[in-house]
């Protein structure tokens, strides 16, 4: 996360022994909302990184590393869960 107004960057690792899409979503939600409480601020929008394959529309269509997410929208459900933009790259 940056903090816009001083450019601080925040981070928090996480590990997840799933790749089932659903518990990632949930994951990544608590993580990027415990973030924002961290900083005090609300999240604007989210940028996700993955390994292997995604379509823009958050479709991830391959990834060596959590294969149990090919073929799984972790864009738009992450977005529903967050309630704000969310890109996949």
């Known amino acids: 996360m940056v903090e816009v107004a001083t450019n601080e960057v925040v981070d ?6 799933s790749d089932d899409g659903p518990t ?6 608590n993580l990027v909302v415990g973030l924002g409480d961290r900083t005090g601020h609300e999240v604007a929008a989210v940028g996700l990184g993955v390994a292997g394959l995604a379509h823009r529309s958050g479709v991830v269509h391959y990834s060596p590393n959590l ?11 992450l977005q529903e869960a967050l309630g704000v933009p969310v890109v996949v790259g």
């Open 12 to 17: 928090r690792e996480v590990s997840s022994s």
């Open 67 to 77: 294969p149990g997410l090919s073929g799984f929208p972790i864009g738009p459900e």
């Open 24 to 29: 990632l979503v949930d994951t990544l939600a």
